[in-house]
Structures are given as C-alpha cells and as structure tokens.
C-alpha cells in the first residue's frame, strides 16, 4: 500500500541544536499529524494539521502542511534530551479516509 | 481520561499456538483499528474496524484474525502464529472519529519462537 517517505531514518545532535525531518508521499492528504514514540510506549500525538499550507507550533515544535498536500516537515528548536524518540509523520490518504498512514520514522538521538 | 488499553504487554510463544491479544477502548467510539510496527518499517495496519460486526483488512492482514462483537473491544487473533509475526502491535481508535488523530494504546511486543 501507500506508504509515507519519511527522512532522515535517524539523527544524531548535541543538545540546543535545531531538527528538521519531512515526509511526502505520491498521493494527497487530507490531514498531516506528527507523532512521538518513546520507548515502551506507544506513539502519542504531537501536532495535527489540516489545511494545505497552515503551519502550526507546538512549544518548540513547528509543523507545516505543505501546499501541494503531499508532505510535511516538522522542526524541533533547541534540542534538549528528553525530545529523544522515534518521530512519525502519518496522514489519511484523500482517497480514503479510514486508512491511515505512517512513515517509517526518524529515530532522534540527543547527546547532552 | 480517554484510554485504550491492551493486554498483555509482553508474548513469548511458539509457532503453531493460537493466542489472541486483546484490545479495548472507554471512548465509546465506533472505529478501532490494529497495527504492527518493525523496524525500518513504521506501522503497518492489519485490520480496522468501524463499527460493531464490521471489519475490514489493512495493509498486512495476512495470518491475523479480528472480532467486534461489541463496541468497546476489538481482540487481534493468531490462529497459528509464525516466527514473521515477531513484532510490536498496536491497537488505536481515534477520540475524534474516522480519520482524526489516532489514540493509541502501550502496544504489545509478542515474539514467536
């Protein structure tokens, strides 16, 4: 099936530096969402986009829908230990609205 | 506090031992759904379901068998599990309907030996 290209697969910064990530696909989305993956857990929302273009921030995390409706990045300012986790872009094809999708994760390591 | 709630956490069994993983959800909402998530891999969806007795296959529904009898719960089951089932499931339902932002649970890590 469908799946979102997510990059990079994994980072590795120093604290208080700034990450980009991004997913596209071949297909249009009618919505982009941000997910973050701690160990043993599962993935937990972190921001939800809904309109082509919007750019939304939550603290130091800034996500943007991008304008032809098939990517996404999302930017971390200012690094800190605890944004170590795996990242995940998904999103519902707008073909079909019961399938959602995800990428295959950006793996972040932060060294203090 | 919305919350979907999987059992167990952790599965150690052999190929060929049926086991079910169970799944539950107190947001009264219609749409579950299950994913299996491997390495390099993201989360790859099994099977949905959106609405009581009605269930479809996802991306990887092979070996795998769903049930929803009731609204609340949605148990994955392995009629006959095989080592390439060794990985991290996932049960999710999303708090705001079809398509919004899935809730997932703590996942279960089975592994078939």
């Known amino acids: 099936g469908q799946q979102l290209n997510q990059s990079p697969q994994s980072m590795f910064i120093q604290e208080g530096e700034d990450v980009s990530m991004n997913c596209t696909s071949s297909?249009?989305?009618?919505?982009w969402l941000w997910y973050k993956q701690e160990p043993g857990e599962g993935p937990v929302l972190l921001i939800a986009?809904?309109?082509?273009?919007e750019l939304t921030s939550n603290g130091r995390l800034t996500a943007q829908f991008g304008i032809t409706r098939k990517d996404s990045f999302l930017n971390i300012s200012a690094s800190i230990p605890s944004d170590v986790g795996i990242y995940f872009c998904a999103g519902p094809p707008i073909f079909n609205n019961n399938d959602m999708r995800f990428g295959a994760g950006t793996r972040l390591t932060v060294k203090p | 506090e919305a919350q979907v709630t999987q059992n167990p956490r952790y599965l150690i069994t052999v190929t060929g031992k049926k086991l079910t993983v169970t799944c539950s959800q107190n947001?009264?909402?219609?749409?579950m759904s299950w994913y299996r998530q491997d390495p390099g891999l993201g989360l790859r969806q099994i099977y949905y379901s959106m609405n009581v007795e009605v269930t479809d296959k996802g991306d990887v529904p092979e070996g795998y068998k769903v049930s929803r009898k009731e609204k609340r719960n949605f148990p994955l089951i392995l009629e006959s599990p095989s080592p390439n089932q060794t990985s991290l499931y996932f049960c999710a339902s999303p708090p705001r309907g079809v398509g919004s932002p899935l809730h997932f649970g703590n996942g279960t890590r089975l592994t078939v030996t």
């Open positions: 986009l809904y309109k082509a273009g």
């Open positions: 947001m009264n909402h219609e749409y």
């Open positions: 297909s249009i989305f009618n919505t």
